[in-house]
């Protein structure tokens, strides 16, 4: 039979806390008992040192004295006495007849007697000589195991309360996990039923491996609810954009097919070749955007960024030149070597220069610089042209947002949108800023 999460959990609690106690017990009963033993051990040498000094200053007769009084009143346990060389008694609390063999020893325990209520009973006793005859002293054992036995059954009755405290306890375990665990379940079912607004609860403080959970789960859902919200914005946008291209190009096909004269026909294909340029482009800034968003980490390297801008820099050096702008590089910091995924940063860095190079012809300076501040490392391409307005700078980032002024120019609208994907897949973000006049825009990564 399969238990369920919760029955187990609290199994497992009651068998922790069982253990546990168990443990506890047997180190109490362990500690108890040694401790018993060596206080019995010190008492009975002690006894046994000054009853023999007793014998060495006052001799035998002192020695018996001593012994007679050595017990005090009520006091049974106490096992002191004389016996001679074959261990009968001579006088004291003793055997009449000793069941020990006659070794000097100071500390033993053993049944010192076989007779009487000496039978089958323990003591622990210290044996020395003295003269011809021979001293014991000592206590017994049972009135001890008594006591043990009293600080066992006091143990055994903490045993079964803690093991009540610990089924409680597992209840309230279980069910607090369990609780915590259906909250969770709740929410995933609602997501899979379509409602991606359902997320998990959380305590104040958030500091329990469930809140933890609930957050990482949290902000899956919230990025799976922002990618489902993109794709179907890229879904209509993209049907939108398409048609106008598609059927353009249908148009000029149908065209190129009347067309008798060589000459007319060639102009036509080319205009065809243009509109599908247009859409491939679409189509494949579309896949670049998809695939920077799903890449993983561990495809990064570490890239010293100053060195990716001067390559970069490098390449778009003759082709600003040639579009009769003043480009200039400006690394102000050199930041150490970061985890970054080249190819899509490179490609992304490009898309700044390219929508600048684009847009912003008529101010004639371009600037690629790199800085760092604050802990952050900023890409950031700053022109001269007609800028964004602030009021317009969402929309610029949308994909296929295109503004008003920037529809006579070729492209899909795309290019901002790759390079916020690229931002937001190293843990940054990209920002419009004015330039006063023209634009600044700029990727702000973590250092």
């Given at each position: ?401 295109r503004l008003d002024n920037a529809r006579t120019t070729p492209g899909a609208g795309l290019g901002m949108a790759l390079i916020e994907a690229v931002a937001r897949l190293h843990g940054g973000r990209f920002e419009l800023a004015d330039n006063a006049p023209g634009l600044v825009a700029r990727m702000v990564l973590p250092g």
């Open positions: 039979m399969r238990l369920s999460v919760t029955a187990r959990i609290a199994l497992l609690s009651f068998v922790l806390a069982l253990l546990s106690n168990l443990a506890l017990v047997a180190v109490v009963w362990k500690q108890t008992h040694d401790d018993t033993i060596d206080a019995m051990r010190r008492e009975t040498i002690e006894q046994s040192d000054a009853l023999r000094a007793v014998w060495r200053t006052g001799g035998l007769p002192a020695l018996q004295a001593a012994v007679a009084n050595a017990r005090a009143p009520g006091d049974v346990s106490l096992v002191v006495g004389i016996v001679d060389e074959r261990g009968r008694r001579l006088g004291g609390y003793v055997p009449r007849e000793l069941d020990v063999p006659l070794v000097s020893t100071s500390f033993r325990i053993a049944t010192i007697g076989d007779k009487d209520n000496w039978a089958g009973r323990e003591a622990g006793f210290a044996l020395h000589p003295i003269g011809r005859h021979w001293l014991i002293n000592g206590r017994m054992i049972d009135l001890v195991e008594e006591e043990q036995r009293a600080i066992e059954r006091a143990l055994a009755i903490a045993i079964v309360l803690s093991l009540a405290l610990g089924v409680v306890g597992g209840l309230v375990i279980a069910r607090y996990v369990g609780r915590r665990l259906d909250a969770i379940a709740r929410v995933i079912e609602t997501v899979g039923q379509g409602d991606m607004t359902s997320r998990v609860g959380m305590m104040a403080d958030g500091a329990d491996a469930f809140d933890r959970l609930a957050a990482r789960l949290n902000a899956t859902l919230d990025k799976v609810e922002r990618l489902m919200i993109e794709l179907r914005v890229v879904t209509d946008s993209l049907a939108h954009d398409l048609r106008s291209p598609l059927a353009r190009l249908r148009t000029k096909t149908e065209q190129a097919v009347l067309i008798a004269d060589p000459v007319a026909r060639e102009t036509a294909l080319s205009g065809l070749l243009t509109e599908t340029d247009l859409v491939m482009r679409m189509l494949t800034m579309v896949i670049e955007i998809s695939r920077s968003e799903s890449t993983s980490r561990d495809r990064f390297t570490r890239v010293a960024p100053a060195e990716l801008i001067e390559e970069i820099a490098d390449l778009y050096q003759p082709v600003a030149e040639d579009a009769g702008f003043s480009f200039v590089v400006a690394i102000d910091a050199r930041p150490a070597p970061m985890p970054l995924h080249r190819e899509l940063m490179s490609q992304a860095v490009a898309n700044l220069l390219d929508n600048a190079l684009r847009h912003a012809a008529g101010g004639r300076a371009l600037t690629l610089r790199l800085e760092q501040a604050g802990g952050e490392v900023t890409i950031q391409v700053e022109d001269r042209g007609p800028g964004i307005a602030e009021g317009d700078r969402a929309t610029a980032l949308k994909r296929f947002g």
